[in-house]
């Protein structure tokens, strides 16, 4: 989880357990290609775990784990 992500988090209210709940129980919403480095994001919105919608910009790593970006309240 980037710094940026983690700021996004506190300020929206949202705990690390409401981000991995919106990635368990998400749908990827968009694909987006970064014009710079060429990789690809993806939004996936998904439920916090008192079910409020929640979205989270994540991409995967050279290793195969996953990077969250930033996240946001729905």
């Known amino acids: 989880m980037t710094v940026h992500a983690e700021e996004e988090t506190d300020d929206d209210g949202l705990a ?3 981000v991995e709940s ?3 129980t998400g749908r990827i919403s968009q694909r987006q ?3 710079r480095t060429r990789e690809w994001k993806y939004v996936v919105v998904g439920a916090s775990i008192d079910s ?3 979205g989270v910009v994540c991409k995967l790593g050279p290793a195969g784990r996953l990077g969250i970006l930033t996240t946001y309240r729905e």
Do not use: F, K, Y
Request: proline letters at 17%; glycine letters at 0%; aromatic letters at 0%.
């Open 16 to 18: 690390i357990l409401d």
């Open 33 to 35: 290609r970064d014009p």
């Open 22 to 24: 919106a990635v368990l």
């Open 52 to 54: 409020d919608p929640v």
